[in-house]
């Protein structure tokens, strides 16, 4: 059963489309990874998906529920990580996650008890008195995982679970997270690649916007095995280009750089003639669109590469002017 379904999501700030036709599904138990650079359109997805806010057009599910229609089906069944949670600084850990179990619509009688299990799932036991304000960043950080939890939703939302953690608590954050996994679904964001592979059994990969891979753990660690990287440069980088280019079958992930683009192609496993199709159709797409193709380099480099710039790269994201 598909537990969260994202149809053709867009999202514009003004002038600024921060994402751009999203479609995935989550099933129910799946602990899912949200993997892009600052800026990707991460939070935005999610704070759609909780109903924090509205979409420019597509639409979200959640349990069978329509987030802007049944608003409140939906934000029963999740718990919800913000990149910035709300402070409440002058209450105590105890009665903030007692506030918000009650906000939640935890029954009055199972208020203590959920409130006692999510002190403990975070280990926020030895602070549970203490104001909010005055806790490290680390231990508001839990807090926050702790409110997420403290309804026993069937869906969690969070955003950048470990930001702000020590190792030592990124490694119990990580071990709860796996703890969760099978009694809620999980979607969780990140930029950094081990932190997926840690947590996730399904990553999705966003760039400005758009979704460039999704594929199970298991899959994309194939694919790295032994990809194929394509590199082309264009004179007219656009929009069509782009499309065209990723809807040719054999390419699973595609990186823009200033002038032109990468793809992680199919690999063709020890046959190299395998992948001589997929790279002719590259080529075939950027001559159609019109583009200008003024370079066309095959590397065998791995995917673990593209990943790494995905991840990492800051100029895929500078100008806008490219696309
Ligand atoms: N309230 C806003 N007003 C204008 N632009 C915004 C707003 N929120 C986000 N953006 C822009 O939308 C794009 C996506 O932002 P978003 O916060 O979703 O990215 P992200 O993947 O969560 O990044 P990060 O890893 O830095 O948290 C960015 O270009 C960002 O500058
Ligand atoms: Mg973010």
Do not use: W
Not at 245 to 253: D, E, N
């Amino acid at each position: 059963m598909d537990m969260i379904e994202v149809s053709g999501l867009f999202k514009s700030y003004g002038p600024i489309q921060a994402i751009h036709d999203i479609n995935f599904k989550v099933k129910k138990g799946e602990v899912v990874g949200f993997l892009g650079p600052n800026g990707a359109g991460k939070s935005t997805t999610m704070k759609i998906i909780t109903g924090s806010m509205a979409p420019s057009g597509g639409s979200v599910r959640v349990a069978g529920f329509d987030v802007f229609e049944d608003p409140i089906e939906v934000k029963k069944r999740i718990g919800y990580l913000p990149e910035n949670p709300p402070v409440y600084g002058d209450m105590s850990v105890e009665s903030y996650l007692k506030f918000v179990a009650k906000l939640k619509g935890v029954e009055a009688s199972r208020v203590k008890a959920q409130v006692e299990k999510s002190i403990e799932k975070t280990d926020l036991g030895s602070v549970r008195r203490r104001l909010i304000q005055n806790l490290s960043k680390g231990y508001r950080q839990r807090v926050g995982i702790a409110q997420a939890l403290v309804s026993d939703p069937e869906v969690l939302i969070l955003d950048e679970p470990t930001s702000g953690l020590d190792p030592r608590q990124v490694a119990e954050v990580r071990a709860l997270i796996k703890e969760l996994k099978g009694e809620h679904t999980i979607i969780l964001s990140t930029h950094i690649l081990p932190e997926v592979q840690a947590m996730c059994e399904r990553i999705i990969i966003i760039n400005r916007g758009h979704i460039v891979a999704q594929d199970s753990l298991e899959g994309l660690s194939t694919r790295m095995a032994g990809a194929t990287q394509v590199k082309i440069k264009v004179a007219r980088p656009s929009g069509e280009v782009e499309k065209s280019l990723q809807a040719i079958p054999g390419v699973s992930a595609l990186v823009k750089s200033e002038h032109g683009y990468a793809m992680a192609i199919a690999s063709g496993g020890a046959a190299d003639g395998a992948t001589d199709g997929v790279v002719e159709r590259i080529a075939e797409a950027a001559v159609q669109s019109r583009a200008g193709l003024l370079e066309l380099r095959r590397e065998s480099a791995d995917l673990e590469e593209i990943f790494l710039k995905l991840t990492t790269s800051e100029e895929t994201q500078t100008t806008g002017g490219a696309v």
